[in-house]
T-cell receptor
Framework: AQSVAQPEDQVNVAEGNPLTVKCTYS??????LFWYVQYPNRGLQFLLK??????LVKGSYGFEAEFNKSQTSFHLKKPSALVSDSALYFC???????????????FGTGTRLQVTL | GAVVSQHPSWVICKSGTSVKIECRSL??????MFWYRQFPKQSLMLMAT?????????EQGVEKDKFLINHASLTLSTLTVTSAHPEDSSFYIC????????????FGSGTRLTVV
């Protein structure tokens, strides 16, 4: 069974500082990894995904994530945080089944990012 | 890019009534759609997976007679909460994917259901 862990309920960072939101995963096959952001009472907005290829994935709004197979991690990073980045961030994993169909997404518990001036 | 439209964005209903939530893929054919439920300050809990033209697959603990899912076309899935009760109040989010090949999931904007 696939699973995702986000060990931090909340991350606090000052505007202009780099931020990291941690994520580790567990799957039986090749992982497909995603980061989403959620603002209050809204759906999920896609930030980035890792399917294959370069371990460093660049996404929307200046975010990036690094796939580390040996550590089974996919931490989200941004070099310089903005107050407007304050939101709830979800890491998710899926994999292809035997028919080549995308399996369900399994989400982590979410990490609230708080960026202050 | 891929767009999924979900509506209504919010709904208030009386206990005992039924509520239908629609999820439409606007610019792609969604062979698979997923329905999630999210409690305040919690993660998304997958309720069911629906494939066009077949019965939905429900996750353990989700009452299929209470949460009716229909995926009659490649662009539309509906979730009907039957005989709603206050404990069904929650944020419901749908997601759609073309299915085959490398996964790409697009989410609707969510529906806030309040049962009074």
């Amino acid at each position: 069974a696939q699973s995702v862990a986000q060990p931090e309920d909340q991350v606090n960072v000052a505007e202009g500082n780099p931020l990291t939101v941690k994520c580790t995963y567990s799957v039986s096959g090749n992982p497909y990894l995603f980061w989403y952001v959620q603002y209050p009472n809204r759906g999920l907005q896609f930030l980035l995904k890792y399917i294959t290829g370069d371990n460093l994935v660049k996404g929307s709004y200046g975010f990036e994530a690094e796939f580390n197979k040996s550590q089974t991690s996919f931490h989200l990073k941004k070099p310089s945080a903005l107050v407007s980045d304050s939101a709830l961030y979800f890491c998710a994993v899926s994999e292809l089944d035997d028919t080549g169909t995308a399996s369900k997404l399994t989400f982590g518990t979410g990490t609230r990012l708080q960026v202050t001036l | 890019g891929a767009v999924v439209s979900q509506h209504p964005s919010w709904v208030i209903c009386k206990s005992g009534t039924s509520v239908k939530i629609e999820c439409r893929s606007l610019d792609f054919q969604a062979t698979t759609m997923f329905w999630y439920r999210q409690f305040p300050k919690q993660s998304l809990m997958l309720m069911a997976t629906s494939n066009e033209g077949s019965k939905a697959t429900y996750e353990q603990g989700v009452e299929k007679d209470k949460f009716l899912i229909n995926h009659a076309s490649l662009t539309l899935s509906t979730l009907t909460v039957t005989s709603a009760h206050p404990e069904d109040s929650s944020f419901y989010i749908c997601s759609a994917t073309p299915g085959q090949g490398a996964p790409g999931y697009t989410f609707g904007s969510g529906t806030r259901l309040t049962v009074v």
